[in-house]
């Protein structure tokens, strides 16, 4: 029926607890599957894209436990189960520092999907379509897995392997993201490109995390939906180091665009666009995010 989500052949388990979550993971994997919002698995699985798995592990339950904004010693951290629409109530709203999350917001889904979505779903989708994933990537984002085992801290760019892979064990959770906080003269920004203002998918996404200081770039990071062969958010490295250290200026925001990206970018060509466009217009998203950066740090606003 239209409307109806229509999923069998699999069962649904809802831990008490953070410690029964992982007991059961370690008892089941690799023929279990988290769920956080399920705005993407449940999805994936009604489209006959993955198989469903013997078990879902609900993580509702662990909401409270593992959704939080908050500064810890220095550090951002963001709980796994944070909603999108959580991020918006939080300082990451409203300081400039931060702006980048203020962009991808405005450019993510609808709102049913703000309330159900969660960060940690988005990191572990692990496709060029996780914005947040991009975002965080520019802001030189760890995570925290958990298991029976402890826990561990790895590099976002650690973590994304290939497309829906990832360097997590089939008994880990994702308990949060966290990044150093960002010193004053700095700001992010976020880019999107795509037919319609506001979709899940994007034909070119792009962020950087900016620092001046006396108009010379302290520190850059740009990040893509993919920049190599690979279709996950990545990193270009040498256009960071290429910007790093010098004086900001027009002439060397083109530089970077025209002449340094292109040398490290690979795009595809896909039922979309071609790969022409997409490089041309990965040109344009730096160009625009670093202009953003330069006017949020100046003005102070977002």
């Known amino acids: 029926m239209p409307g109806v989500l229509e999923l069998t ?24 599957k988290p769920m956080a919002g399920g705005t993407e698995l449940l999805v994936l699985m009604r489209d006959r894209v993955i198989k469903p798995p013997k078990f879902i592990l609900d993580l509702s339950p662990l909401r409270r436990e593992l959704s939080y904004v908050r500064v810890e010693n220095g550090f951002v951290r963001i709980g796994a189960l944070t909603t999108i629409w959580e991020l918006s109530r939080s300082f990451l709203h409203s300081d400039v520092r931060y702006a980048g999350f ?35 990537l520019a802001y030189g984002a760890r995570v925290k897995l958990a298991s029976t085992r402890g826990t561990r801290v790895l ?19 994702l308990l949060e993201v966290f990044f150093p ?5 700095t700001s992010s920004a976020f880019v999107k490109f795509d037919r319609r203002e506001v979709l899940i998918a994007g034909i070119v996404t792009s962020a950087v995390y900016l620092t001046l200081e006396d108009n010379v770039i302290r ?15 990545s990193r270009a490295l040498t256009t960071e180091s290429y910007l790093r250290g010098k004086k900001f200026t ?3 925001v083109e530089e970077a665009a025209e002449k340094i990206l292109p040398g490290e970018m690979r795009r595809i060509t896909d039922w979309w666009t071609t ?14 995010a670093l202009y953003k950066c330069y006017e949020r740090i100046s003005r102070g606003v977002i």
């Not at 906080?181 to 003269?185: A, F, G, Y």
């Open 102 to 136: 203020v962009d991808v917001f405005r450019k993510f889904g609808n709102m049913t999907l703000r309330f159900e979505a969660t960060i940690g779903g988005n990191i572990m989708t692990a496709t060029q379509y996780s914005d947040y994933a991009t975002l965080l």
């Open 155 to 173: 590099l976002l760019e650690e973590l994304l392997l290939d497309k829906r892979v990832t360097t997590a064990m089939p008994s880990e959770l």
């Open 9 to 32: 052949g699999f069962e649904l388990y809802r831990p008490s607890s953070l410690e029964d979550a992982l007991v059961f993971l370690e008892k089941n994997a690799p023929d279990v």
């Open 275 to 288: 790969d022409e466009y997409r490089l041309e217009m990965s040109k344009v998203a730096l160009k625009r």
């Open 250 to 252: 027009a002439e060397l």
């Open 181 to 185: 906080e960002p010193p004053n003269s």
């Open 219 to 233: 520190d850059v990071r740009v990040s893509f939906d993919m920049v190599r062969e690979k279709k996950i958010p």
